[in-house]
């Protein structure tokens, strides 16, 4: 069972539509400057383009009702070391929201499968910055985005890709969200002189793979998410203890809201015996384990409705 978290819904299709009704970020705007003339059929397609002589890919999902005559929310999805795309869409949902989501693929790392910018097992070629900057571009060339109204959502390596775009490229996103982040010490490079972001985050407890404390992965050591959205709220300037909140029995919210960047806002969930998996995947059908106790897509996409960019 998915349990309601602050009148969020489970992750059937129903339920995030009532979410998005009832959310900021789920309504388009109207604006006069989107002179877009793309006809784009509502799915998904798969679409390549070239950065600094690399091939690149990535699925582009068009919602249903899309409107080229009005902004809509944008939202760039990464997926996890070794994962595919569609396998990424397909456990996450986030293909029901009511947004253009844009699906990047990374590429085949030293291990020799999917992964980004920032591990320790990146393909010496990856330009995952760069690949961004080319996805946002082509993407607002061919459909009406709003631009205000712009996210990045990345699991494990790509969590740890969309902490480093929050430091790399500040100005292009509203706000960000992590699911079990692989946060390696590149991850941080840029971070210093960085302005204060808007940051959800997920982690379980139990998480065998990426540990909830941090510790030693290929050989390099990555930093505990405790620790990691300690320096989100400090770049925000956030006060240093968080409201805690139980939200079930297994699950507890940890959120900065007082922070002296206006609008920032820093929330963590953290999942007790929770593991190395998507809270409240779209696939799986029993509900049973701690990590499913709680819908991510649900969450982040109220998070992202009450972070438009200023």
């Given at each position: 069972?998915?349990?309601?978290?602050?009148?969020?819904?489970?992750?059937?299709?129903?339920?995030?539509?009532?979410?998005?009704?009832?959310?900021?970020?789920?309504?388009?705007?109207?604006?006069?400057?989107?002179?877009?003339?793309?006809?784009?059929?509502?799915?998904?397609?798969?679409?390549?383009?070239?950065?600094?002589?690399?091939?690149?890919?990535?699925?582009?999902?068009?919602?249903?009702?899309?409107?080229?005559?009005?902004?809509?929310?944008?939202?760039?999805?990464?997926?996890?070391?070794?994962?595919?795309?569609?396998?990424?869409?397909?456990?996450?949902?986030?293909?029901?929201?009511?947004?253009?989501?844009?699906?990047?693929?990374?590429?085949?790392?030293?291990?020799?499968?999917?992964?980004?910018?920032?591990?320790?097992?990146?393909?010496?070629?990856?330009?995952?910055?760069?690949?961004?900057?080319?996805?946002?571009?082509?993407?607002?060339?061919?459909?009406?985005?709003?631009?205000?109204?712009?996210?990045?959502?990345?699991?494990?390596?790509?969590?740890?890709?969309?902490?480093?775009?929050?430091?790399?490229?500040?100005?292009?996103?509203?706000?960000?969200?992590?699911?079990?982040?692989?946060?390696y010490a590149q991850t941080w490079r840029a971070c210093?002189?960085?302005?204060?972001?808007?940051?959800?985050?997920?982690?379980?407890?139990?998480?065998?793979?990426?540990?909830?404390?941090?510790?030693?992965?290929?050989?390099?050591?990555?930093?505990?998410?405790?620790?990691?959205?300690?320096?989100?709220?400090?770049?925000?300037?956030?006060?240093?203890?968080?409201?805690?909140?139980?939200?079930?029995?297994?699950?507890?919210?940890?959120?900065?809201?007082?922070?002296?960047?206006?609008?920032?806002?820093?929330?963590?969930?953290?999942?007790?015996?929770?593991?190395?998996?998507?809270?409240?995947?779209?696939?799986?059908?029993?509900?049973t384990g701690p990590s499913d106790s709680i819908s991510a897509t649900s969450l982040i996409w109220?998070?992202?409705?009450?972070?438009?960019?200023?």
């Amino acid at each position: 069972m998915v349990v309601s978290v602050l009148g969020i819904s489970g992750l059937g299709v129903a339920g995030l539509g009532a979410t998005a009704a009832a959310s900021p970020a789920g309504a388009v705007t109207e604006v006069a400057a989107c002179t877009t003339r793309t006809a784009l059929a509502p799915g998904t397609t798969v679409r390549t383009t070239k950065v600094k002589g690399v091939k690149r890919s990535y699925r582009l999902h068009i919602p249903q009702g899309y409107n080229r005559s009005r902004a809509n929310p944008l939202i760039l999805a990464y997926h996890g070391h070794a994962e595919n795309t569609a396998a990424f869409e397909r456990y996450t949902g986030l293909s029901r929201l009511p947004a253009i989501v844009v699906y990047p693929t990374g590429l085949a790392g030293t291990d020799g499968t999917s992964s980004w910018q920032g591990a320790p097992y990146s393909a010496p070629k990856a330009d995952d910055i760069a690949f961004t900057s080319a996805i946002l571009r082509e993407v607002r060339g061919l459909a009406c985005v709003d631009r205000a109204r712009t996210y990045a959502v990345g699991r494990s390596n790509g969590g740890g890709l969309v902490s480093m775009l929050t430091c790399r490229l500040p100005r292009e996103f509203a706000a960000y969200a992590v699911v079990n982040p692989a946060l390696y010490a590149q991850t941080w490079r840029a971070c210093p002189s960085a302005p204060p972001a808007s940051v959800i985050s997920f982690h379980g407890t139990a998480d065998p793979v990426i540990h909830y404390a941090g510790g030693v992965r290929f050989g390099s050591r990555y930093t505990g998410i405790a620790d990691a959205t300690q320096t989100w709220a400090r770049r925000a300037g956030c006060v240093p203890v968080p409201i805690t909140t139980p939200v079930n029995g297994v699950v507890v919210r940890e959120n900065w809201p007082l922070c002296s960047s206006l609008g920032e806002e820093i929330v963590h969930y953290r999942i007790s015996g929770g593991s190395h998996l998507w809270p409240g995947s779209a696939v799986r059908t029993s509900r049973t384990g701690p990590s499913d106790s709680i819908s991510a897509t649900s969450l982040i996409w109220q998070f992202f409705g009450r972070h438009p960019a200023f």
